[in-house]
Nanobody, 125 residues
Framework: QVHVVESGGGSVRAGGSLRLSCAVS????????MAWFRQPPGKEREFVAA????????YYSDALEGRFTISRDNAKNTVYLQMTSLKPEDTAIYYC??????????????????WGQGTQVTVSS
């Protein structure tokens, strides 16, 4: 019923910027929690950022706050991840995830029930 599709990945030089998009269809987008995770090559998938749409509250990995910003466009049923000052360590497959509203555990994978296929971000030095 609910589909999550990421886009906007690509290859950039260190210091550059990218904006990832996550489009949601088939559900009541405005009451969801949506999040970004990433998986670097050979490493575990890790939390990046989340937004609780019903409360307009955002949550970030401490290491990324200040460079990445999560935002939404309700009219387009889309959540964005604006990434600036990119570093080679940011190279990963970036995944968008979503679920019904909840109030804790945003950095864990388990609460999210809908996942996109991922989009590749490559940052060269």
């Amino acid at each position: 019923q609910v589909h999550v599709v990421e886009s906007g990945g690509g290859s950039v030089r260190a210091g550059g910027s990218l904006r990832l998009s996550c489009a949601v269809s088939g559900g009541t987008h405005s009451t969801y929690v949506m999040a970004w995770f990433r998986q670097p090559p050979g490493k575990e998938r890790e939390f990046v950022a989340a937004i609780r749409l019903s409360a307009d509250l955002s949550y970030y990995s401490d290491a990324l706050e200040g460079r990445f910003t999560i935002s939404r466009d309700n009219a387009k049923n889309t959540v964005y991840l604006q990434m600036t000052s990119l570093k080679p360590e940011d190279t990963a497959i970036y995944y968008c995830a979503a679920s019904y509203d909840f109030h804790s555990g945003y950095a864990l994978e388990r609460p999210y029930i809908w996942w996109g296929q991922g989009t590749q971000v490559t940052v060269s030095s």
